[in-house]
């Protein structure tokens, strides 16, 4: 686990030229371990920090299958910056299996350890735990869970290592796992307080269904192979397996986190999901904005709210504070969603207005905040005419969840911020065909699925999304004539 070799000869498999990975050749080792979080500099010891993501494929035994720890995935990297060599790693998850990361914000900063003073690293990853790093050596000082985990059965001190859970591995049969891949905490950035040695965490308390399939065969156009996963609620068949467990969420919290004593000081619950980073003042506040729309004001050592700005935008960003002429400013960017967060829960503010992305800067004796624009959801057209095959509807369903819902999810509890293929007018069912299978719209985006789906198979995502149209139509037209409809249904 922590690892200081004196030069990178310890670690020739770092020396591995790209080019002689042959693409069609065994999986052992697989892929992953990217560096796509934030990185640290200490200019003193001359030592750049970075965090690494996780496996692909997500089972070792698909893509590791004779063992090991896969080194590199899921740890913390000291590199001399100057020779790229590798000075210490600590791995925070050996053989990882969960899609955890260590590529959360890294924080330098000196604590109090044992009665003396010591220059460490600060992370919060993914898996729940919050570590403590010496930072010229790598050496493990603090590890405890600040959520609840089950993935294993706690840290060993002496040699740095999880201690395995038998109840977390999914080789053999479905798991309920805690954190979900979601984590303990995520990429919006915690803060930390150097004067009074507490963090703040934008914590999440959930646990994932994992499943093993038998059959791994790897395809690029396929962004998850050889495993189910599922969210809570968990599907009906799997729902007994969360029996005798902790809440499995999904349930948000600000988190006040003592790292030296490894110990929670206070928590504030959130209603909404995917809220934002924190800012940490020496004023005694912490500031964090949420997916609700709000920028909250508490107070740092007790977490009382003291204000809440109502923004209309949600917020995943974390603020930031600075001065100019004398007057203190706090900036933050908002928005909600992005590529991969294409749907809007109905309580975000991303529900109720348009989530465009806005820079929003305060002081004390600012105005109001302007609003975005209203969310309108247009009546839903009358559906084709298209007499429906029950096996379709179900099979259409199966492979809009596959390949379309990433994007075009909608249902009755989110807002998609792409197109609702639920409410497509004539002119696009005249074309579907064309843009699902031919790529009419690749120029705007919307790649065409040709290689992957065959017109029977489009036959059946036409057929369920009329069902789901008819069953729009029919409420809108019910709900309408009733005596005491008010607006035609559409926001």
């Known amino acids: 686990m922590p690892g200081n070799p004196a030069d990178g000869s310890e670690h020739p498999e770092l020396e591995v030229a790209a080019e002689t990975w042959d693409p069609n050749s065994a999986w052992e080792g697989g892929l992953g371990g990217t560096v796509w979080g934030e990185m640290a500099y200490d200019p003193v010891l001359d030592l750049l920090y970075v965090g690494t993501?996780?496996?692909?494929?997500?089972p070792i035994w698909h893509r590791s299958p004779s063992g090991g720890d896969n080194l590199y995935l899921v740890s913390i990297l000291a590199i001399d910056p100057k020779s790229g060599r590798l000075v210490w790693h600590y791995q925070t998850v050996p053989a990882e299996i969960w899609d955890y990361t260590a590529t959360q914000n890294i924080i330098l900063s000196t604590v109090m350890i044992d009665g003396q003073p010591r220059e460490v690293l600060l992370q919060a990853p993914k898996n729940g735990f919050f570590y403590v790093l010496d930072r010229a050596t790598g050496e493990l000082l603090r590890a405890e869970n600040f959520v609840t985990v089950n993935w294993t059965l706690g840290i060993d001190m002496e040699t740095g290592r999880p201690v395995p859970n038998p109840a977390a591995d999914y080789r053999d049969e479905p798991r309920v796992v805690f954190p979900s891949s979601a984590g303990g905490h995520n990429w919006q950035p915690m803060s930390f307080n150097p004067e009074t040695g507490i963090a703040y965490i934008p914590a999440r308390e959930q646990a994932m269904l994992w499943r093993s399939l038998d059959e791994f065969d790897h395809r690029p156009e396929v962004a998850y192979?050889?495993?189910?996963?599922?969210?809570?609620p968990f599907p009906g068949e799997y729902a007994h397996l969360a029996e005798g467990l902790p809440d499995i969420g999904p349930n948000e919290f600000l988190l006040a986190w003592d790292p030296v004593a490894g110990r929670e000081l206070w928590r504030v619950p959130r209603g909404s999901m995917w809220n934002g980073g924190t800012l940490v003042t020496a004023g005694n506040l912490v500031i964090q904005g949420t997916a609700a729309g709000t920028l909250d004001f508490h107070?740092?050592?007790g977490g009382e709210r003291l204000h809440s700005i109502h923004l209309g935008s949600g917020v995943m960003a974390g603020p930031m504070t600075y001065e100019v002429d004398g007057v203190q400013y706090i900036a933050v960017m908002a928005g909600y969603g992005g590529p991969r967060g294409s749907a809007y829960p109905l309580g975000s503010a991303a529900y109720d207005y348009e989530s465009t992305g806005r820079l929003l800067v305060f002081r004390l004796d600012?105005?109001?905040?302007?609003?975005p624009s209203a969310q309108i959801t247009p009546a839903t057209p009358e559906p084709p005419d298209l007499s429906l095959d029950a096996a379709r509807v179900r099979r259409g369903a199966e492979l809009f969840g596959v390949y379309c819902s990433i994007c075009h999810r909608a249902s009755d509890e989110h807002l998609s911020a792409y197109p609702d293929l639920r409410r497509m007018d004539g002119g696009a069912w005249e074309s579907f065909d064309a843009v699902v299978l031919g790529g009419a719209l690749a120029v705007n985006g919307m790649a065409g699925f040709g290689d992957l789906l065959t017109m029977e198979d489009v036959t059946a995502i036409r057929h369920y999304l009329t069902s789901e149209q008819r069953r729009l139509w029919e409420a809108e037209s019910a709900a309408a004539a009733a005596p005491d409809a008010g607006a035609v249904p559409g926001r």
Not at 225 to 232: K, N, R, T
Not at 366 to 371: A, D, Y
Request: hydrophobic share 25%; glycine share 18%; proline share 13%.
């Open 53 to 58: 993501g996780n496996s692909y494929p997500y």
């Open 225 to 232: 192979e050889g495993f189910e996963a599922s969210w809570p």
């Open 299 to 301: 107070q740092a050592d």
């Open 366 to 371: 600012g105005g109001e905040v302007p609003l």
